[in-house]
Protein backbone atom coordinates (compact mmCIF):
# COMPACT_ATOMS: atom_id res chain seq x y z
CA UNK A 1 0.00 0.00 0.00
CA UNK A 2 1.28 3.68 -0.95
CA UNK A 3 0.31 6.72 0.82
CA UNK A 4 0.21 9.92 -1.36
CA UNK A 5 2.16 12.44 0.67
CA UNK A 6 3.84 16.07 0.54
CA UNK A 7 6.50 14.27 -1.56
CA UNK A 8 5.06 12.54 -4.15
CA UNK A 9 4.20 8.96 -3.09
CA UNK A 10 6.05 7.49 0.03
CA UNK A 11 5.79 3.99 0.84
CA UNK A 12 3.05 2.43 3.94
CA UNK A 13 6.16 1.94 6.07
CA UNK A 14 7.19 5.26 6.00
CA UNK A 15 4.43 6.72 7.43
CA UNK A 16 3.54 4.18 10.18
CA UNK A 17 2.30 5.71 13.96
CA UNK A 18 4.73 5.14 17.21
CA UNK A 19 3.87 1.59 18.65
CA UNK A 20 0.90 1.74 20.96
CA UNK A 21 1.52 2.22 24.31
CA UNK A 22 -0.05 -0.62 26.44
CA UNK A 23 -1.33 -0.12 29.81
CA UNK A 24 -3.07 -2.22 32.28
CA UNK A 25 -3.85 -2.57 35.99
CA UNK A 26 -0.27 -5.30 37.53
CA UNK A 27 1.57 -4.26 34.17
CA UNK A 28 5.57 -4.78 34.42
CA UNK A 29 7.15 -2.28 32.23
CA UNK A 30 10.75 -1.63 31.07
CA UNK A 31 11.13 1.95 30.99
CA UNK A 32 13.63 3.89 28.84
CA UNK A 33 14.07 7.37 27.98
CA UNK A 34 17.56 8.91 26.23
CA UNK A 35 18.09 13.03 26.46
CA UNK A 36 17.20 15.21 23.16
CA UNK A 37 19.90 14.35 20.31
CA UNK A 38 22.05 12.07 23.03
CA UNK A 39 22.85 15.01 25.57
CA UNK A 40 23.30 14.86 29.06
CA UNK A 41 19.97 14.56 30.69
CA UNK A 42 21.98 15.47 34.15
CA UNK A 43 24.63 17.77 34.29
CA UNK A 44 25.47 16.95 38.09
CA UNK A 45 24.59 15.14 41.14
CA UNK A 46 22.12 18.45 42.18
CA UNK A 47 20.34 17.36 38.85
CA UNK A 48 20.12 13.68 39.80
CA UNK A 49 18.87 14.49 43.36
CA UNK A 50 15.84 16.32 42.15
CA UNK A 51 15.04 13.65 39.87
CA UNK A 52 15.53 10.94 42.20
CA UNK A 53 13.24 12.59 44.23
CA UNK A 54 10.69 13.41 42.02
CA UNK A 55 10.80 9.23 40.72
CA UNK A 56 10.16 8.65 44.62
CA UNK A 57 7.29 11.05 45.42
CA UNK A 58 5.44 9.63 41.59
CA UNK A 59 6.36 6.04 42.77
CA UNK A 60 4.84 6.75 46.38
CA UNK A 61 1.82 8.79 44.74
CA UNK A 62 0.99 6.27 42.23
CA UNK A 63 1.01 2.82 44.31
CA UNK A 64 3.72 1.83 41.65
CA UNK A 65 6.82 -0.63 42.67
CA UNK A 66 10.19 0.55 41.14
CA UNK A 67 12.34 -3.35 41.03
CA UNK A 68 15.45 -1.51 39.54
CA UNK A 69 16.35 1.76 37.83
CA UNK A 70 19.29 2.75 36.31
CA UNK A 71 19.77 6.92 36.09
CA UNK A 72 22.85 7.27 33.37
CA UNK A 73 23.85 10.90 32.61
CA UNK A 74 21.94 10.40 29.24
CA UNK A 75 19.28 8.34 29.66
CA UNK A 76 17.68 6.39 32.30
CA UNK A 77 15.89 2.76 32.70
CA UNK A 78 12.96 1.55 35.20
CA UNK A 79 11.60 -1.55 36.06
CA UNK A 80 8.08 -0.84 37.18
CA UNK A 81 5.04 -2.40 38.11
CA UNK A 82 1.81 -0.31 37.69
CA UNK A 83 -0.87 -1.96 40.20
CA UNK A 84 -3.56 0.72 39.21
CA UNK A 85 -2.29 0.83 35.10
CA UNK A 86 -1.20 4.14 35.27
CA UNK A 87 2.13 4.23 33.76
CA UNK A 88 1.60 7.12 31.35
CA UNK A 89 0.13 9.56 33.89
CA UNK A 90 3.25 9.03 35.88
CA UNK A 91 5.75 8.83 32.96
CA UNK A 92 4.43 12.72 32.02
CA UNK A 93 4.44 13.69 35.83
CA UNK A 94 7.80 12.63 36.09
CA UNK A 95 9.35 13.75 32.97
CA UNK A 96 7.61 17.22 32.52
CA UNK A 97 8.31 18.73 36.22
CA UNK A 98 11.95 17.11 36.12
CA UNK A 99 12.57 19.26 32.72
CA UNK A 100 10.74 22.22 33.91
CA UNK A 101 13.54 22.25 36.80
CA UNK A 102 16.11 21.37 34.69
CA UNK A 103 14.77 24.40 31.99
CA UNK A 104 15.09 26.92 35.44
CA UNK A 105 18.32 25.97 36.33
CA UNK A 106 20.75 26.11 33.24
CA UNK A 107 18.51 28.88 31.68
CA UNK A 108 17.06 26.57 28.80
CA UNK A 109 14.20 25.90 26.80
CA UNK A 110 12.41 22.98 25.53
CA UNK A 111 12.36 18.98 25.89
CA UNK A 112 15.93 17.82 27.42
CA UNK A 113 13.67 14.52 27.80
CA UNK A 114 11.47 14.69 24.31
CA UNK A 115 8.63 12.85 23.69
CA UNK A 116 7.69 9.88 25.64
CA UNK A 117 9.43 7.37 27.11
CA UNK A 118 9.50 4.11 25.46
CA UNK A 119 7.56 1.13 28.07
CA UNK A 120 8.05 -2.09 27.17
CA UNK A 121 5.37 -4.13 28.71
CA UNK A 122 7.12 -7.21 29.97
CA UNK A 123 5.31 -11.07 30.27
CA UNK A 124 5.83 -12.57 33.39
CA UNK A 125 9.14 -14.25 33.76
CA UNK A 126 10.55 -11.83 31.12
CA UNK A 127 11.87 -9.12 33.68
CA UNK A 128 15.15 -10.87 33.89
CA UNK A 129 17.21 -9.21 31.18
CA UNK A 130 15.90 -5.64 31.75
CA UNK A 131 16.63 -5.81 35.60
CA UNK A 132 20.41 -7.24 34.38
CA UNK A 133 20.30 -3.87 31.94
CA UNK A 134 19.64 -1.88 34.98
CA UNK A 135 22.14 -3.57 37.21
CA UNK A 136 24.67 -3.48 34.42
CA UNK A 137 24.29 -0.04 32.84
CA UNK A 138 27.29 1.67 34.96
CA UNK A 139 30.02 -0.99 34.07
CA UNK A 140 28.88 -1.73 30.86
CA UNK A 141 30.29 2.19 30.06
CA UNK A 142 32.99 1.58 32.42
CA UNK A 143 31.66 3.96 35.06
CA UNK A 144 32.57 1.91 37.93
CA UNK A 145 35.06 -1.10 38.19
CA UNK A 146 32.58 -3.70 39.15
CA UNK A 147 28.51 -4.16 39.75
CA UNK A 148 29.51 -4.78 43.36
CA UNK A 149 31.62 -1.17 43.73
CA UNK A 150 28.70 0.60 43.68
Same mark, same amino acid.
Request: with cysteine; glycine share 10%; net charge positive.
Given at each position: $? !? @? #????? #????? $????? *??RI &? %???? /?????? !?????? *?? =? ?6 ? +? %? /? ?5 ? @?? &? ?12 ? =?? =??? #? &??? &? ?27 ? /? +??? +? /? *? ?6 ? %? @?? +? %?ER???? *?? !? #? ?9
Amino acid at each position: $M !R @V #IGSQG #IVPRL $MCMAR *PLRI &E %FAGA /LYHVTA !RGDRRE *PI =HEDQTDRE +P %F /LGLLGKV @VQ &ELNWLCYAYCLMSN =HY =HWL #I &ETP &EGNLLKGMRQLNGVYTQAYNRRHGQVGAS /L +PGV +P /L *PRACAEGW %F @VA +P %FERCASG *PC !R #IRCYHTETWW
